[in-house]
């Protein structure tokens, strides 16, 4: 198994665990579990590929990883009311499937050769757009555009590093700096309130 | 025409009765009903299309197909202040588009000789997905994900009895045992409340 | 440059004004911008190519467009509080980002040489998407099905218009005929109340 792939199983069992939590939010039954659980661990490598004109797309070439979605969500169903914060615990293993994610996302796209920016884009789209359809479908507010914390960025910073460690180092270890500068800013922000400004409305010039 | 395009054309018309109740519901134009409808219509068979990569996709081949969807947009835009209840006809009319798109999605993935397990989620997705762009898009609670109710589980019982029925039989029965299945079950659901246990979280112990 | 590519980079320049707008009000950081404003920026083109299966999509064949988009989101960023209504700069931007994608779609589909309903389709597509997918991300009501204002009907025009003024004349001035009845209908919605009836349940009959 090459590394790409090693971090899309990777990827998609976080990934499934953050989906089946939000489902747990919404009281659904265990199919509708494995459902939100499979969007999630999926979306963002599929849009991956879709854009990148994969053919497969990877969970089709490899269907065990809708297997690793489904267990991920039967373990959450029959565990989760063990947690005493679930909402914790879903943002903390969304922050560590991000940081599987983008590194997921930047292997594909250097694999096939592309231009720097591509790779930096799917790096942030295969990272960020899983989480973004389960939340847009379960009705939460996006954790990706939760104003005042460091996501996009974080996703944005790892891949960035990715693509200039790349001068330096074979494509094995800049992805492994990628996960961790990812998780790296993400926990920071989650633990310390590291932020970026954020746009203000200046009141009215009198 | 074979059975799965005679099944793509019975779902795109039926999903687009629904999209326009829910446009009815929205107060739209008779524009905006026609967009919504051909959204619901051809949203899951487009997502399987691209999934497994088809060129072209379905309603790209068949045109005529967006001249259905547009032709039950504009049946509703006159015709649906005569119900009594537009919810009540949107469901039902929805159960019967999930029963005949769950088919649609295995037969075509079926054809392209995909594994089981794509087979599978082809059904589910092909089911669900139109409805589920519907009420995101008109920002409805989705129907796909309401607590309590078979849906999910409707499109993944029948599209696993196709699955299990080709072992016995040819693809034509198959599909049909598929809609059976799917059907009973999400009327089941509606009329006698079947359904399976949904998550609760236990209260904290002590 | 051709037509549809100069079509591509105006409309994801003003797309991604129209998204780094919607970012402010969400009042995100400037990466945030930058999301937003890409989504907004190439969604709709996006959505064409990949139901087209051209390879690549357009702005992984120029990742330049997506300098373009983030060059609007830092400008938005740095200039939004200096306008009096963002709301209405949002609206008008909107309109003119629909009046050029519209054409961009049709000129697309045209020059593969499509079905004149497919055509049609594809420059509806390209001008709705983006800003739905924008809505739908930043949870605003998409201004797309905003009740008793022409938009997708401005889209539909325009793009009919296209297709009917190639029996006339070239593609060129058929693309600017359809970006003129685009913007005149939409820019006569918001200036003048100009609207199609809307659906209106009636009272039950006693």
Known sequence: MTLPELLDYASVFVFALTGALVASRAQLDIIGFAFVASLTAVGGGTLRDVLLNRDPVFWIAQPALIGVAVAAATLVFFTAHLFESRLKVLTWL????????????????????????????????TGCFGGLMRDVVCNEVPLVLKQGELYV????????????????????PALLICAAVTFALRAGSLTFGWRLPVYKARPPRV
């Open 153 to 172: 960025t974080a996703a944005f910073a790892g891949a960035a590093a990715a693509v200039l460690a790349l001068h330096l180092t074979a494509p094995g």
């Open 94 to 125: 969304d922050a560590l499937a991000l940081s599987v994610a983008v590194p997921a996302g930047v292997g594909v796209a250097l694999a096939a050769g592309h231009h720097w920016a591509v790779t930096l884009i799917m790096g942030i789209a």
